[in-house]
């Protein structure tokens, strides 16, 4: 898996996203990018890891990714929240 991830490190995520750093209050460093996510998982602040994922994932499977994740969570979402839930499904 690792080798199909956008970026081989924390740092190079973030030097190639800058919204990233808008996003967490995480510093990035020069560890492997799952490395970093486990850390960030084991943290104080574990929705860090949720976000870095966002990012760190190739667009078509963060799409797909982020689908999924809202799917379980269907109870909590508004009725506009559900309808583009389930554009993006089709």
């Known amino acids: 898996m690792a080798n199909r991830l956008r970026f081989r490190t924390a740092r190079?995520?973030?030097?190639a996203c800058p919204a990233i750093a808008r996003d967490m209050k995480a510093t990035p460093t020069d560890q492997p990018s799952i490395e970093?996510?486990?850390?960030?998982?084991?943290?104080?602040?574990?929705?860090?890891?949720i976000t870095f994922c966002?990012?760190?994932l190739p667009e078509r499977a963060g799409?797909?990714?982020?689908h999924e994740?809202?799917?379980n969570?269907?109870?909590l979402l508004g009725?506009?929240?559900l309808e583009l839930?389930?554009?993006v499904h089709d």
């Open 54 to 56: 966002a990012y760190l």
């Open 12 to 15: 190079d995520l973030f030097g």
């Open 36 to 49: 970093f996510c486990r850390a960030l998982l084991a943290g104080r602040v574990p929705e860090e890891a």
């Open 79 to 81: 009725d506009n929240d």
């Open 69 to 71: 994740c809202l799917s």
């Open 85 to 87: 839930l389930a554009l």
């Open 63 to 66: 799409v797909w990714w982020a």
């Open 73 to 75: 969570l269907a109870e």
